[in-house]
């Protein structure tokens, strides 16, 4: 990492603002909110995967005391007709240039005619406590008829078989298709061939914080406030005010302290809308919290694609074409469309040139979770497709991987690069800058290298240890538009209020950009309040996911701090008698190049842009100091990192221990080392988790057998390990402060570093895993196979 | 739906009393009806570890302990650990190495982290990550919670 200026606050590891109400247990999550007459909601959930609602009977729960109101799907249609929901659908150039078919079934807020997976909601209690709504909720009589479940995705395209939205007549709810060359010749044409079918399972974020929504409308102003832990209060705000049909100026949406989210808290939930339409209904505040078994069949699942990729490459192991038809198996309903599938397809081939490339993807609908992104969004499962292969090409030639990799990596000197595809905003995909060799060379450096790895690995067989090497590489479309909004606003006292449309869940995202905004404005960052996840701080925003925050905030905030500076600095070229070119902003104040003593503090000037009598501006100026700012990058900026570990694996027990792990990154300028560094590990143990621990497995009917932690299994202290980062520093050209997303890339390689360590381990039994999650039964029974 | 029961407790050294269903948890009871919101509820199955407090100076999850259970016990919360307003060198740790994000589960962290050092004031990392993995965070990768840890020890040692 390149030294930190002195003089800037950007790039210094400066401790987090956040934590000093966390550590003190005041952070206030939504489900420390309490309002006086508050009721508590508890929902009524499928306990089946497909079935017909034959009739609800709430008469034993609404006789039950301490029950204000019980409702079921028909009567909710009745008092509530579905709205159109207001998903951003992707953009008309990317509509234009990909070819591609969507259906977008829209979720009821409660289930009306069937059940679609275990855990959807077919009936909401409101009750005086949790307790007494949970009693209630157990007293609703379903009558359920059951349909055959829709559990397989490759079955489910099938014709003839049960669908899930019968009006499509199709459970493929969405289709694409992009290519570039000459993928049928160069295929032909190859030397050698090889073709797999990868499949990336299903797991999430699994937040420690449920989901939870408060709504309290007051009757007064006619008006509604929802405290919800979401990751996009404007999105929740337009869609609140469409179901309430309020004018949005007239709802509120504020995220408190969210305790997590990964994506998916990143779009808007039937809960956080049904529950501040029945807090107007009944005419008290409304709270739900989602309990953990809730939340793991009904908050969404990510991941689940099967890929049958090809590839074709010569006899030193250069890809010469690629050709991947997948399947994404998107659960019960698609709530934010096609973008994750999309991103597998384009993120396939990573930091490597292949010329001819044709991916072909089906979204399907089966009676699962619906499917969300997650950490990563597409890519993983794209990575560990690409990254096994590389591996496969590998053995098949008896090349070393890091060899085959260094072989097909764009060169640095490539930069920008063009790939020949659209991004998901209908952008040309360039990669903007970045080193992929020298960021695979750094990472296998960490570990100790390939010779001195092989003499270890060769020594340690003989004793009958079995380690392996493996390496997962990937590059990130990051920062993605449409936009982000800030508003800068310079206090009468002089100091620095910005709020924008960013949502924070843990990112420390208050700490960075108050260094930013210090930097903008020469002041220290205790100068600056920032105001995010609050649609009462700004009209417009987009909301945090994507890794995108860090690009679109810190460039709405740079150009609404431009335009806001250009007045200050009139305005001081006035109190001190000079002109606007003779000025700098220094210390909190404006003073003269060279004459650091003729200043005005920022609080003067404040004072003197103030509307009213006897204020200092130039004539014609408007009054105040504050701007607001909407950043719509150009397009996305490419980050990239290479993954590298060493593991053992032991096949008596089929137990993993992961002995080095190093990750070698590239996220453009660093505003805070510290905290990338909490997100780029952060990132990775998630990842990690995905390949050896996490999952969610689903029976013939589609029980959800993994409803508890106990079944669902998170990674704790003592299985990640302690690990290695590297960071290389390619500034990003595309925007003002050169920054690249962070959020997500962590988690993205390491499922395929993980998946060829073990494979490499394991070399002498012949086993390939291309599946996950790899869990040590497998491990047991492919060693004892051989 | 029962009878109310009589609770007589003692948390962070100031004495409490409550009544509550004989089924109603310590955590709801700390949280909603002493006002305690620091205790966080991850799980409500005992996994997580983010209800974790100290019930008479012992590490308990209070989310699968039900309120009655805790009549005439001495408990301990995050609130309870600054003294006269002062962080706790786990708090101060934590700060410093960046060993919390979205914070949830850092009150149980803390907690279980105090309990642990308690019982074992100078351990080893190792000792470090299996103590520790009674509670799950789903944010750092664990990496700057095994840190700060370990850095407290070190001053919490040093400290008379």
Request: proline share 6%; glycine share 10%; aromatic share 6%.
């Amino acid at each position: 990492m390149s030294a930190a200026r002195p003089d800037r606050f950007v790039g210094q590891p400066i401790l987090r603002r956040e934590d000093h109400r966390l550590l003190r247990g005041q952070g206030q999550y939504v489900a420390d909110l309490v309002l006086p007459r508050m009721l508590h909601a508890a929902f009524v959930r499928s306990p089946m995967a497909h079935a017909r609602i034959k009739s609800v009977d709430l008469a034993r729960a609404k006789a039950v005391p301490g029950v204000a109101l019980a409702l079921a799907g028909a009567e909710l249609m009745r008092l509530l007709p579905p709205v159109p929901d207001t998903q951003l659908s992707l953009p008309a150039k990317w509509k234009t240039t990909v070819q591609h078919k969507i259906h977008n079934p829209q979720q009821p807020l409660l289930a009306t005619d069937k059940v679609r997976h275990v855990g959807e909601a077919i009936a909401v209690i409101l009750a005086e406590s949790r307790y007494v709504a949970e009693d209630a909720a157990e007293l609703v009589d379903v009558e359920l008829e059951t349909l055959p479940a829709v559990i397989d995705a490759e079955q489910a395209v099938k014709p003839g078989g049960t669908l899930v939205h019968e009006q499509l007549g199709t459970n493929v709810i969405g289709e694409f298709a992009i290519a570039k060359g000459d993928v049928e010749g160069a295929m032909a044409r190859a030397p050698h061939r090889l073709k797999r079918r990868f499949y990336h399972h299903r797991y999430s974020g699994v937040p420690m914080e449920c989901r939870g929504v408060l709504g309290v409308y007051d009757q007064r102003t006619d008006s509604m406030t929802i405290w919800s832990s979401t990751q996009v209060v404007h999105w929740l705000r337009r869609e609140a005010s469409g179901i309430l049909d309020l004018p949005e100026g007239r709802v509120r949406v504020v995220a408190p302290d969210v305790g997590g989210g990964f994506g998916v808290k990143g779009h808007v939930y039937p809960e956080d809308l049904l529950i501040p339409f029945l807090a107007r209904r009944v005419g008290r505040p409304v709270r739900w919290i989602e309990d953990r078994h809730e939340h793991l069949m009904c908050s969404t699942h990510s991941r689940d694609q099967t890929h049958e990729l090809e590839v074709g490459f010569d006899g030193e192991g250069r890809i010469l074409a690629i050709r991947d038809r997948f399947i994404a198996d998107c659960g019960a309903w698609n709530p934010i469309g096609i973008g994750v599938v999309y991103n597998s397809a384009v993120h396939l081939t990573g930091p490597y040139k292949v010329d001819n490339l044709a991916v072909s993807a089906r979204v399907v609908s089966t009676n699962k979770v619906p499917s969300a992104p997650y950490r990563g969004a597409g890519r993983p499962e794209a990575s560990f497709a690409m990254e096994r292969t590389i591996d496969l090409i590998a053995a098949t030639l008896g090349i070393e991987p890091a060899e085959i990799r260094r072989r097909n990596m764009i060169p640095g000197s490539a930069m920008p690069y063009r790939i020949g595809l659209p991004y998901r905003d209908g952008e040309p995909i360039v990669y903007d800058s970045g080193d992929f060799p020298a960021g695979l060379e750094k990472a296998v450096a960490a570990v100790g290298g390939v010779a001195a790895f092989r003499e270890r690995q060769r020594a340690a067989r003989e004793k009958g240890r079995y380690l392996g090497l493996g390496i997962g590489c990937y590059t990130e479309g990051t920062g993605v538009g449409p936009f982000e909004g800030a508003s800068v606003r310079i206090e009468p006292n002089g100091k620095l209020h910005v709020a924008g449309g960013a949502c924070a869940q843990g990112q420390g995202m208050e700490t960075i950009f108050a260094q930013i905004v210090a930097d903008a404005w020469a002041v220290k960052p205790e100068d600056v309040t920032i105001q995010l996840a609050d649609t009462a701080g700004i009209a417009i925003g987009f909301g945090t996911m994507a890794s995108r925050s860090t690009v679109t905030l810190s460039g709405a905030i740079h150009y609404a701090s431009d335009k806001l500076r250009k007045k200050v600095l009139s305005i001081a070229a006035q109190l001190l008698e000079c002109a606007v070119v003779d000025l700098e902003l220094r210390d909190g104040g404006v003073s003269i190049v060279g004459v650091p003593e003729r200043r005005v503090s920022l609080a003067q000037v404040a004072r003197a842009a103030r509307p009213g009598w006897d204020h200092g501006r130039p004539a014609g100026m408007d009054p105040g100091l504050e701007e607001t700012h909407y950043f719509e990058p150009q397009t996305v900026t490419w980050t990239n990192a290479t993954h590298a570990a060493i593991v053992e694996v032991d096949i008596q027990t089929g137990r993993v221990k992961i002995e080095k792990y190093a990750i070698a990154h590239d996220c453009g300028v660093v505003v805070n080392p510290l905290l990338l560094e909490g997100q780029i590990v952060g990132g990775a143990a998630q990842g990690l988790g995905g390949i050896l621990m996490e999952g969610y497995t689903y029976d013939a009917e589609g029980q959800l057998l993994t409803g508890s932690l106990m079944d669902y299994l998170l990674p704790t202290a003592s299985d990640i390990p302690d690990m290695e980062l590297i960071h290389l520093e390619s500034p990003s050209p595309l925007n003002p402060l050169g920054v690249k997303g962070v959020g997500e890339g962590g988690a993205i390689a390491p499922p395929a570093a993980i998946a060829n360590a073990i494979c490499d381990a394991l070399a002498p039994f012949k086993v390939e895993f291309n599946q996950t999650p790899i869990t040590p039964e497998q491990i047991v029974r492919a060693a004892k196979q051989f | 739906m029962s009878d109310l029961i009589d609770i007589r407790l003692t948390v962070n050294g100031v004495a409490h009393e409550g009544r509550a269903e004989p089924r109603r948890l310590l955590v709801d009871f700390l949280r909603e009806d002493l006002g305690l919101t620091g205790t966080h509820a991850g799980c409500e199955h005992g996994i997580c570890g983010a209800c974790t407090v100290l019930f008479n100076g012992e590490a308990a999850r209070s989310c699968i302990m039900l309120a009655v259970q805790a009549n005439g016990a001495e408990i301990r919360t995050i609130e309870g650990l600054t003294e006269d307003g002062r962080l706790h060198p786990l708090q101060e740790a934590f700060h410093r190495e960046h060993g919390l994000q979205c914070g949830f589960c850092t009150p149980g962290m803390l907690i279980a982290a105090l309990d642990f050092l308690r019982v074992n004031p100078s351990p080893s990392e190792e000792e470090i990550r299996e103590a520790m993995s009674a509670v799950i965070c789903r944010c750092t990768g664990y990496r700057n919670i095994v840190r700060a840890v370990a850095s407290a020890a070190q001053k919490m040692q040093v400290k008379p």
